[in-house]
């Protein structure tokens, strides 16, 4: 067969492909995944090709029958979610376009389609734009350069539970970071903010990674700067919940991470900007193979907007809304349950999603292992492990996991 054919399509090829998903898809697998089974594939790279579909097959058994299932109903755990169907469809899509953001003139539509979904959700951040980047590390990365840039700032203050990747940006941009305590719900105490903040990036976590608490982000109003970590909760401020995230709209900058709460497949997340176009300015370098300079951290880099916008359309602003409220219901849920039951204890109400709470008077990492058909993640909170469980699975059943969970204690 002449080498070229496997860059056309095969239609059996690609039929078969999609078959074996849907298959999958349609087992109900196991919220635990299969951790100890072999990986199914020889330990030396062979010399003879087995072709394109013997090769899926092949990896079908790891990469389709094995997984974790973020959709089961018992799987009420970590931020990330399952992925709607359209946007596995717009991934196969991109991979076959191939498009480098890096370049307008090899992907001049790919780029137009990034800003239009820009343009679709920074202003409800109050954010006038930004782009795409793998995840909020990155997100947060690059606000902070952005933020150095411009202010000259030589700290980055933020609370003593904001996520490891501020501490890293902080690190890598060689400023130093100032860690704030946290009140007993684990929000940043805004009496414990250094008095000069002229020198500082203060960053704000909206949805803090171990409980989901906001700190006040209305805060630091003299800094040099303000970030917003929006990470996990930013999403809320499209939902009927947006009053948590008030003061949002006054940051410098804003992260948030769509292959959380926009239940987009890895790697996709915003970095927003207040003034973006001085933002990107000043994060921005020129190369002569360049027809455009280069924003931010990533070189060549993919249409990661084409899931979102496939997401974005399908369900609309009402439908997006419609999806984060009922996973906040089935946070509350699971919360009104937990309060019920005399052997657990709920940490707090949820306000982001985040549930936290523990069997009483027992080692709840021992508990966690134990659980049998269902899957809650644990956390550290005041030096204490508990169980978290994140809303980001529609298909969550909140009983099947308290069950679950009472069962294992
Ligand atoms: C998840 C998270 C991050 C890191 O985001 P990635 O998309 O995993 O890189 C940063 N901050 C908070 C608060 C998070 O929850």
Do not use: C
Request: no cysteine.
């Amino acid at each position: 067969m002449p080498l070229e054919t496997d860059f056309d399509p095969d239609d059996e090829g690609l039929a078969h492909a999609l078959r074996l998903l849907i298959d999958a898809k349609r087992e109900p697998g196991t919220p635990h995944g299969d951790p100890v089974a072999p990986l199914d594939l020889p330990e030396r790279w062979p010399d003879a090709g087995v072709g394109g579909s013997a090769a899926l097959d092949v990896l079908a058994a790891t990469a389709l029958r094995r997984p974790t299932r973020l959709d089961h109903p018992g799987f009420f755990a970590h931020m990330d979610p399952p992925t709607p169907w359209m946007t596995w469809a717009a991934t196969a899509w991109a991979a076959a376009m191939n498009q480098n953001l890096l370049h307008p003139d090899s992907a001049p539509a790919a780029r137009l389609l990034e800003r239009r979904v820009i343009e679709w959700l920074a202003p409800s951040f109050g954010m006038d734009g930004g782009h795409l980047v793998p995840g909020s590390t990155v997100a947060n990365l690059t606000a902070l350069w952005a933020a150095r840039e411009l202010t000259g700032a030589r700290r980055v203050v933020a609370s003593a539970v904001s996520h490891l990747s501020v501490a890293k940006a902080a690190a890598i941009l060689g400023l130093e970071y100032v860690a704030v305590p946290v009140d007993e719900r684990e929000r940043m105490r805004v009496d414990a903010l250094p008095d000069d903040l002229s020198d500082a990036i203060v960053v704000l976590t909206a949805g803090t990674t171990a409980a989901g608490a906001v700190d006040p982000l209305d805060a630091a109003s003299t800094a040099a700067w303000r970030h917003v970590d929006a990470a996990w909760a930013g999403p809320l401020r499209l939902s009927s919940h947006a009053a948590v995230l008030d003061g949002i709209e006054r940051a410098d900058s804003v992260a948030v991470s769509a292959h959380k709460w926009f239940y987009q497949p890895k790697e996709s997340a915003l970095v927003l900007f207040a003034d973006a176009e001085r933002a990107h300015a000043a994060i921005s370098i020129g190369g002569g193979y360049l027809v455009a300079p280069n924003v931010g951290l990533l070189g060549s880099h993919g249409a990661a907007a084409l899931p979102l916008a496939a997401t974005l359309l399908a369900w609309g602003r009402d439908g997006l809304r419609a999806r984060i409220d009922a996973d906040m219901a089935l946070a509350e849920r699971l919360a009104a349950r937990i309060a019920a039951e005399p052997a657990l204890e709920l940490f707090a109400p949820p306000e982001t999603g985040v549930v936290v709470w523990r069997v009483r008077g027992v080692d709840n990492a021992a508990v966690r292992d134990g659980v049998d058909g269902a899957w809650v993640s644990t956390t550290t909170v005041h030096d204490e492990v508990w169980l978290r469980s994140v809303a980001a699975n529609p298909h969550a059943d909140p009983d099947l996991v308290v069950d679950a969970v009472l069962a294992a204690r």
